[in-house]
């Protein structure tokens, strides 16, 4: 083992966990704002100029709330769940390549935290340990509103995850590789996947939207119906966990369909070959970052555009049109590959 | 003592003292938070044995699918250790007994076998890869494969019918 190896992972994870939870914090601000110019208002604009200050006054306020704990809820998992939900949301920022490999005093540092050759199983299986944060939690409050969202919330997540699996073969047959920076690469070089891909890119997107239970797809937390969902009897800082480990699960599930579908680090109409080793890797880390950043807009838009599905149109548009669809998908794209590697 | 004995142990603690907890937990929804660390802990094993891919499936498939059914389904029932009946003092006994029975069997069947006899290997071999384990089920096992794929199929089949109103 070489100690300048996990000195630098160590590092990286460090940086890594950091900036995911800055954006996440101001993802909460730029969604207010965001929010008040789609409805003709202003947003937060107290706290500091333009109130950017908000998310630290926020914060700040959920870390000094009373901390409530059911006298009937199950004290262990009432505290597990929230730790989970943030611990999976976290998870999946390891096999992310932020961008292309610097040179550091003659040591090549690759700008992602894991290169694994099963990158893309490894972010299927953190999604599918997210429901156990939402179930522990809404389980172990004790409250029937809580079940009933929690159990909604995971029969949502375990439905749209089947789509989203099937739309992501068809990019995997593509690549030829289940490695991230392997993916990735290749659409530097060549195009960006949702040229290939533009029915899976749309089926992906949907299905990242439910599985962040982001409006359209907020049933687990759906207030007319079931007073707060999932988090209904959490208090205090735990709350702000649940709420800040949905925003990170946005951010990292945008970085992820930017590396999948947009070209990763992929400057476009730059040729990232010209350039010296460590320019090119902050002219991809600004490349991956602003499409983050747009798809993060997108999806804010769509909240504030679409009203909130009914349970069994939300069942319907899972099983009934995603899964058909991305199988066709995935069937079409078979047969063109073959059909190229014949002729 | 390298690190990958160190990991060994310590997997090999974590996945017998939970699955002993699985049983011995009250709760039905502990036992079942347990079986999922002690597939947890086994996932470790496949992958200090170079076996990524079965690890991943693993917990995707096992402690990612399959426990939330189990969830699902003791929340919805509402089970508790209040509400589990008395057994029969002989049901204890029978169950003692045949599973005894399974473990002399099973020590029995193992025991002149060939992997007995060698170490395990750790760290070493590569057909656990996804591109090695791929090639020899599409090439060699191949129909194997389809069929039970269609086995599959048939308890989807199954299920949907179960499932559909009247």
Redesign the interface.
Known sequence: ?DWEFILEKLLLITVVVTVSLVVAMYATYIERKFAGFIQDRYGPDRAGPFGILQPLADGLKLFFKEEVIPSHS?KL?FVLGPCLAMLTAMMTSAVIPWSSPIEIGGRTVSLQIAD???GI??V??VV??G??GM??GG?ASNNKFS?MA??RG??QA?SYELAMGLSLIAVLMLSGS?SLRVITEQQVTGLWNIVYQPLGFLIFFVCALAECNRAPFDLPEAESELNFGYHQEYSSMKLGFFLFAEYINMFISCALIATLYLGGYDMPFVNEANLSGSSAAIVGAVALFSKTFFLILVFMWIRWTLPRFRYDQLMNLGWKSLIPLALANMLITGAVILWTMKG | MSITHLLFWFLTVLALGSALMVIFSKNPVHSILWLIATFFAISGHYILLNAQFLAIVNIIVYAGAIMVLFLFVVMLMNLNSASIPLKNKWLGFAGVISGGSLLLVLTAALKDTEIMRNDVMMKTGDIGLIHNLGLVLFKDYVLPFEISSVLFLSAMVGAVVIGKKD
């Open positions: 083992m199950n998992l694994i050759n099963i199983l490894y299927f299986g599918s340990m429901v156990y179930m522990i389980w079940l929690a159990l995971a029969s375990i289940l």
